[in-house]
């Protein structure tokens, strides 16, 4: 991310641009519907009301869908992005459909409706910090909403999320572990904050060799006084939720195709922790499209979001 609290006319531009295009094809442009269009095999937007404000999001149901509940996977976007960019840059609702599994993509807040919307995770970002919005209760009622429709399994429920988007997932799983089975942080810096979970929670860590945004968040919360090690570096995160799962072994790393992993999986509840740093990949979701047209190239070495599913997968049946 740039920095949050000025961004520049170009910054504004280009993603006003990207959210004008990601627009097109899109049930956004008329507004958020009732849960009562959504059908299984295809991708609606919708509206929620949560704590006085009107909530976004899009949502993809499976075909599974039509014959029992399913897990659901939270999709958290970008800085200054909306529920349309994060779910075209991930290309996650064909990979979802495979596994059986629901994708919602709900949206942060702004000044203006589907364009330069944040996240409140707490050291991030903008508009959301400044007006205190709630965006854990916001994802708490929205899972909520959808298990009482009939379409989710309750227990089954994983989150993820882009830069702040992945600062809000890790967010989440700090405060509401109990609702969560994993989660999945790409390029977002671990919020500065207090992390108490109340479980333990799978954490599954994505990161480029290029990232300059990443690395930028990791040094701004550095430089303040008595900063908590897991939100200065991947590398101090990996070793705070190994530390809160009760990872029973040292962790070990692997190499190969210009990604180096480093994998705790002997941890308590059926937990893992895993980091994955890839080589020339900068800020943006490994193997996805570019987010507007002059956006960074993704590195191909990795599918993020058929790697992140498989991570779900594997956790669908950890002890609760």
Known sequence: MRPIWAPGVRDTARFLLASVLS?????????????????????????????GRSRTFLLHLPPAAAHDRVPLVLVFHGHHSNGAIARSTSGLDTIADRYGMAVAYPEGTGRLPGVGLAWNAVTCCG???????????????LVDTLVQRGWIARPQVFAAGFSAGGMLALRL???RAERLMA???????????????????????I??????????????????????????????????????????????TTEGAGVHARLARRCQAGTSVELLTIAEHPHAWPGGE??????????????????MMAFFARHLDAPR
């Not at 910090?129 to 708490?140: E, W």
């Not at 989660?183 to 860590?205: E, H, K």
């Not at 570019?290 to 790697?307: D, E, Q």
Request: charged letters at 15%.
């Open 173 to 175: 799983a700090c405060a």
């Open 127 to 141: 508009y959301a910090v400044t007006h205190a919005v709630d965006d854990v209760g916001f994802a708490i009622a």
């Open 207 to 252: 990161r480029g060799t290029d990232d300059d945004d990443l690395r930028f968040d990791h040094g701004k919360h550095a430089a303040q006084p008595n900063a908590r090690s897991f939100s200065t570096s991947y590398d101090g995160a990996f070793a705070f939720w190994t530390e809160i799962n009760g990872c029973r072994e040292t962790p070990w």
């Open 23 to 51: 627009l097109t094809g899109c049930t956004r442009l008329g507004g958020g519907r009732a849960l009562g269009y959504a059908f299984p095999g295809q991708t609606t937007y919708h509206a929620l009301q949560v704590g």
């Open 290 to 307: 570019r987010s507007w047209l002059l956006g960074a190239t993704p590195s191909a070495r990795v599918h993020g979001s058929a790697l």
């Open 183 to 205: 989660v999945a942080n790409v390029a977002g810096a671990m919020p500065d904050t207090v992390c108490q979970p109340a479980r333990p929670v799978s954490v599954l860590l």
